[in-house]
């Protein structure tokens, strides 16, 4: 059974760090890239980053770059998004997405229960 | 950047058909991607590259498109369907994921 276990959520202080981590079970990790997507209390899904299988290639939306960086420890099957300088924006429900593929089109066929990130004073 | 443009809400009657919408510039080159999303539960995708289904959902998810529109349609609504629903693509110009804003069926 495919799982997927957010953990490192909590409050965090503006211009301060997080680290969110992702522990996956039931696939072979090293054949999947990894997506965080994020949800604001009340609103709808925003895609935050991406990582392919070998931790080579990250994207990140735009909102985010360079404040937040994902990686990859694929000897331990997880994945993990350090969130740096954080903003009151950046406060939401943080869901691990494993990608899955049909051709060039990649979608989102599992997903973990979300770590919640509040950002406040 | 790229938009993809969901009505806030559709209400439907049980056993009628549902239809939710999701627009974008040429999104019909596009492979769109289906997700619900119940209370306080993680997204789960029902339809996959436009039309398919992974295995667990119920026949009465289907999805189409043709052209400017993509289209969720669930068939036979029970009150269980009741959830948001957030379409999702793929926009090659900036390599960037996008989700629609959602929308919530409501089951009358």
């Known amino acids: 059974e495919v799982q997927l276990a957010e953990s490192g959520g909590g409050l965090g202080q503006p211009g301060g760090s997080l680290r969110l981590s992702c522990a996956a079970s039931g696939f072979i990790f090293t054949e999947y890239e990894m997506n965080w997507v994020r949800q604001a209390p009340g609103k709808g899904l925003e895609w935050v980053a991406y990582i392919n299988s070998r931790g080579t290639m990250v994207k990140y939306a735009e909102s985010v770059k360079g404040r937040f960086n994902i990686s990859r420890d694929n000897a331990q099957n997880s994945v993990s998004l350090q969130m740096n300088s954080l903003r009151a924006e950046d406060t939401a429900l943080y869901y691990c997405?494993?990608?899955?593929?049909?051709?060039?089109?990649?979608?989102?066929?599992?997903w973990g229960q979300g770590a919640l990130v509040t950002v406040s004073s | 950047s790229y938009v993809l443009t969901q009505p806030p809400s559709v209400s439907v009657a049980p056993g009628q058909t549902a239809r939710i919408t999701c627009g974008g510039n040429n999104i019909g080159s596009k492979g769109v991607h289906w997700y619900q999303q119940k209370p306080g539960q993680a997204p789960l995708l029902v339809v996959y590259?436009?039309?398919d289904r992974p295995s667990g959902i119920p026949e009465r998810f289907s999805g189409s498109n043709p052209g400017n529109t993509a289209t969720l349609t669930i068939s036979r609504v029970e009150a269980g369907d009741e959830a948001d629903y957030f379409c999702h693509v793929w926009d090659e110009s900036s390599d960037h994921v996008v989700f629609g804003g959602g929308t919530k069926l409501t089951v009358l």
């Open positions: 590259d436009n039309s």
């Open positions: 997405a494993r990608e899955a593929a049909v051709g060039a089109t990649g979608f989102f066929d599992y």
